[in-house]
C-alpha cells in the first residue's frame, strides 16, 4: 500500500468511529494493516501525518501494530 493509501484509511476509521471508539478504531486499524506497515517504507509518524489525525496518536498506532501478534480482529 502506499503511504496516501494507509493514511486515508486510517483517516476514515478513525474519522468514522462509532462515538467512543476513535481509539480502539486506531488501534484496529494497526492490528488490520500490521504486515502492510511493518513491510513498508513508511514510519508510523508517516502514516498518522498522512492520515491528518493527530501526532499523539502515534502510540496508539505502536499498540495496535504491536497487538497484531496477539489478536485477530473479528470482521477482517
Known sequence: MTLNELGTKLSEMYN?????DS?????????KYA???KESEYSK?????QSGI???YLT???KG???????IPKNS
Not at 16 to 20: I, S, T
Not at 23 to 31: E, K, Q
Not at 65 to 70: C, P
Open 35 to 37: 504486515n502492510e506497515i
Open 65 to 71: 501494530v504491536k497487538l497484531a501478534d496477539y489478536v
Open 23 to 31: 481509539v480502539a478504531m486506531i488501534h484496529l486499524f494497526g492490528i
Open 45 to 49: 509518524k508517516d502514516i498518522i501525518k
Open 16 to 20: 468514522n468511529a462509532p462515538k467512543g
Open 54 to 56: 493527530s501526532a499523539s
Open 60 to 62: 496508539e498506532l505502536t
